[in-house]
């Protein structure tokens, strides 16, 4: 149980244009769910986090224009990477958790891996 | 602020023990995790533990902690070369009324024959 889809995988676009990952919990319903950025080597870094129904909270430094948070239902949100340029190129990782899941952790997607050319 | 720090890498003979520490500052953790990451995936949960613990030990892993010395350990025993991985320690911190994972810089492990 407790699985989380992350899609794409992998994505190249073009600088200038948007890009929309998606992050769905299969089998529980999220209540929150964190965007992460991962640069090479690194750990993650938290963007936001996002509870169903309300607006995205983010962290200080990362800009809310520029990466839309949309948490719609409670199996689904999104990551909107808008006017990418290359050095938005990262690895973007979702997280989803249940109210009250804290002694079960976070499940994470699977990841994707942006490159902006 | 919160900070969860790692040593950067280890590299262990197969068949010894593996040991990752990591130290972390916000005292009022409750829970204190495990993940493991290996290349291009996302993270996967290994273990965590209570803050009201010092021990858990579940098949291979051995999870320490001191809570005074806010000094969290994983020993791995028996490493096999499939642990070759990155492993990230992580707090959990109330932050806005959210709780919020805080991660360290993550350990590289190396399995060497």
């Known amino acids: 149980g407790a699985v989380v889809s992350q899609h794409p995988s992998r994505v190249i676009c073009k600088s200038g244009t948007s890009v929309k990952i998606e992050c769905r919990s299969l089998d529980f319903q999220a209540t929150t769910m964190f965007w992460y950025r991962q640069f090479p080597k690194q750990s993650l870094m938290l963007m936001a986090t996002s509870n169903e129904g309300s607006k995205a909270t983010y962290e200080q430094g990362v800009e809310k224009d520029k990466f839309l948070i949309n948490h719609a239902s409670l199996t689904l949100s999104t990551l909107t990477v808008t006017s990418a340029h290359p050095e938005d190129s990262s690895f973007y990782i979702c997280?989803?958790?249940?109210?009250?899941?804290?002694?079960?952790?976070?499940?994470f997607g699977s990841g994707t891996r942006l490159t902006v050319v | 602020g919160e900070d969860v720090e790692q040593s950067l890498f280890l590299s262990v003979r197969e068949g010894d023990s593996s040991v990752i520490n990591c130290t972390y500052t916000?005292?009022?953790?409750?829970?204190l995790y495990w993940y493991k990451q290996e290349p291009g995936a996302g993270l996967q949960l290994l273990t965590y533990?209570?803050?009201?613990?010092d021990m858990k030990q579940d098949q291979r892993l051995t999870v320490l902690l001191n809570k005074k010395d806010k000094h969290l350990s994983l020993r791995i025993a028996d490493t096999q070369t499939g642990d070759s991985a990155i492993y990230f320690c992580?707090?959990?911190?109330?932050?806005?009324?959210?709780?919020?994972?805080?991660f360290g810089a993550g350990t590289r492990l190396a399995v060497h024959p």
């Open positions: 916000d005292s009022s953790s409750t829970y």
């Open positions: 533990i209570f803050s009201n613990m």
């Open positions: 992580a707090e959990i911190s109330i932050s806005g009324g959210y709780n919020k994972l805080i």
């Open positions: 997280s989803a958790s249940a109210r009250g899941w804290q002694n079960y952790g976070y499940t």
